[in-house]
């Protein structure tokens, strides 16, 4: 008995866009750079992996802000300026996921959120003029460090 095997087409053979890895847009309490937002959601549009928003908030570790943890501060305007990249990329028929992750070491929590969630990119873009340019440098310089995927920062 004979029998005969198709060979296996290229599209059998390409990777699942399920399986590969979402882009990080990721920003320290301030809303994100215009051009870090728009080059986070191109990426995730052209690469078809879905967009995380990460906002990384600084807490003090007070019974005030144990008590009140749910409490936010940022104005109406900060709030709009975060949530425009999701707009923009579920407009574009990204999938997005938006994180706000409250720690007393916030570059060393997006640190481990990154080694958590295996990004194929960081894109690290807090706009430049509502940032302390210490506490961005470094970060910054943290995050080239200790982050193992490809790294977007805005300088």
Same mark, same amino acid.
């Given at each position: 008995?004979?029998?005969? +095997?198709?060979?296996?087409?290229?599209? &059998?053979?390409?990777?699942?866009?399920?399986?590969?890895?979402?882009?990080?847009?990721? #920003?320290? /309490?301030?809303?994100? $750079? $215009?051009?870090?937002?728009?080059?986070?959601?191109?990426?995730?549009? *052209?690469?078809?992996?879905?967009?995380?928003?990460?906002?990384?908030?600084?807490?003090?570790? #007070?019974?005030?802000?144990?008590?009140?943890? !749910?409490? !936010?501060?940022?104005?109406? /305007? !900060?709030?709009?300026?975060?949530?425009?990249?999701?707009?923009?990329?579920?407009?574009?028929?990204?999938?997005? =996921?938006?994180?706000?992750?409250?720690?007393?070491?916030?570059? &060393?929590?997006?640190? /481990?959120? #990154?080694? *958590?969630? =295996?990004?194929?990119?960081?894109?690290?873009?807090? &706009?430049?003029?509502?940032?302390?340019?210490? +506490?961005?440098?470094?970060?910054?310089?943290?995050?080239?460090?200790?982050?193992?995927?490809?790294?977007?920062?805005? !300088?």
């Amino acid at each position: 008995m004979l029998t005969r +095997r198709r060979g296996v087409s290229v599209v &059998d053979q390409a990777p699942s866009r399920e399986a590969g890895r979402p882009v990080m847009l990721a #920003t320290l /309490e301030v809303p994100f $750079q $215009q051009e870090a937002a728009e080059f986070a959601v191109d990426a995730a549009l *052209e690469t078809g992996q879905p967009l995380v928003l990460v906002n990384v908030v600084e807490i003090f570790p #007070t019974l005030a802000a144990i008590h009140f943890k !749910d409490v !936010d501060y940022s104005s109406a /305007e !900060d709030v709009a300026a975060l949530r425009a990249p999701a707009e923009l990329a579920q407009s574009l028929g990204v999938r997005v =996921e938006r994180l706000r992750v409250r720690s007393p070491h916030p570059v &060393d929590a997006l640190v /481990e959120l #990154t080694a *958590e969630r =295996e990004p194929g990119m960081l894109v690290f873009g807090p &706009d430049l003029s509502r940032i302390k340019p210490r +506490r961005y440098r470094k970060a910054a310089k943290a995050i080239r460090e200790r982050v193992g995927c490809l790294v977007w920062i805005a !300088d």
